[in-house]
């Protein structure tokens, strides 16, 4: 059976579940006599964090597991590299290092491979390159001379 609590203007409220503690109590009061008794409930609801669907929890917990999208797809590109390269041993000295909002940064060993990336004939051969095993995800490309 649900217990009841007085309000400060002495009517009986029912109460559902268990018993508030002293600063939840504490709440409910100050919220009652600033915003009367028939509204303290709308404004506590108000208060509360809305719920969340378990599949969207879940689905937030699994990314941070498997590291989200862009990690697999980044994954998905270091393990293919050799097939991205093609042979080409100038590619096979690069590396893809991260993939943010669809730029994925690829690590160049000195400022010469740099500077020869940097051509759109080459980069877009790349990006070309990769875009096959990246489901369409990698848009751009950022090329960087290692630990920068």
Known sequence: ????????????????????????????????????????????????????????????????????????????VQANWKEIANDDESILKLRAVRLVRGTMTIEVPDATLLYVFQQPRLKSLLLERIGKFSQGEVRQLRIVVKGR
Do not use: C, W
Request: aromatic share 6%.
């Open 1 to 76: 059976m649900p217990t009841s609590h007085k309000t400060s203007d002495s009517t009986i409220l029912p109460r559902r579940g268990p018993k508030p503690s002293a600063d939840k109590r504490e709440k409910e009061e100050l919220v009652t006599d600033f915003f009367g008794a028939g509204n303290q409930y709308a404004v506590l609801a108000g208060m509360h964090p809305q719920s969340k669907r378990v599949s969207d929890l879940v689905g937030k917990f699994m990314d941070k597991i498997q590291g989200g999208p862009e990690e697999r797809i980044l994954g998905e």
